[in-house]
Nanobody, 120 residues
Framework: QVQLVESGGGLVQPGGSLRLSCAASGSIFSGNLMGWYRQAPGKERDLVALITTGGNTNYADSVKGRFTISRDNAKNAVYLQMNSLKPEDTAVYYC??????????????WGKGTLVTVSS
């Protein structure tokens, strides 16, 4: 089992910035993908960004150039720096981890989520 604990959500004005953090513990796969998905009210949970143990990244087109994902392998932690936030970024953000051999996120683990609200 793997446990994921997120922090850093909150209320921010359009154009502002937030940094999300997630710490993983438990039986963590040596080669893994860590990252973030988000779910807005009434919508499906969608990919935001993923990063491999080796540092390769993948971003949703809607966040490219505004969000940056990073990780600290020694701490089993992943971060999401979100800049130039827009109201449409409002969602619950979920931390995720899965083996690098799995393409289906359903085969991984999820945090409980942290709410990000972008509003004036």
């Amino acid at each position: 089992q793997v446990q994921l604990v997120e922090s850093g959500g909150g209320l921010v004005q359009p154009g502002g910035s937030l940094r999300l953090s997630c710490a993983a513990s438990g039986s963590i796969f040596s080669g893994n993908l860590m990252g973030w998905y988000r779910q807005a009210p009434g919508k499906e949970r969608d990919l935001v960004a993923l990063i491999t143990t080796g540092g390769n990244t993948n971003y949703a087109d809607s966040v490219k150039g505004r969000f940056t994902i990073s990780r600290d392998n020694a701490k089993n932690a992943v971060y999401l720096q979100m800049n130039s936030l827009k109201p449409e970024d409002t969602a619950v953000y979920y931390c995720h981890i899965r083996s690098i051999f799995y393409s289906d996120p359903k085969l991984g683990y999820w945090g409980k989520g942290t709410l990000v609200t972008v509003s004036s």
